[in-house]
């Protein structure tokens, strides 16, 4: 059992460990918890975020985009404040498509334009995956 969702609560290992007969460590970043039922939990990762507690995390490559749609968003939010209600906004999509284009030409690579048959399917639910 691994947790990859954002906060170390999502697993209840308090629990799991009052209900397990014992715990041992079997390798780095996994424990067995033995249950009296005779089953076995394997955790990983100490039940932490697992791309932090037993890999390297999120790559600075991934990183950079998800810092630049944050300033760039925070920027248009400062731009436009005065014509904004309290609300959720989207990044808009140019600044999104700007800063992909960008990270791409930085590795080398182009966007291409999608057909309208690929901009079909994605607007789409009815085809799924």
Partial sequence: MANSGHFNVELDL???RRDARSVRTVRPFVEEYALASGRRVYVLGEGRLI???AAEGHPASVMDMS???QSLGVEWLLRHHATLKPNVYPIPRELDEEIARL???ALGVR????TPEQAAYLASWEQGT
Wanted: glycine share 0%; aromatic share 6%.
């Fill in 14 to 16: 308090d629990s799991l």
């Fill in 51 to 53: 791309n932090l507690a």
């Fill in 67 to 69: 810092f630049a749609n």
């Fill in 103 to 105: 990270k791409l030409e």
């Fill in 111 to 114: 966007i291409d334009a999608l």
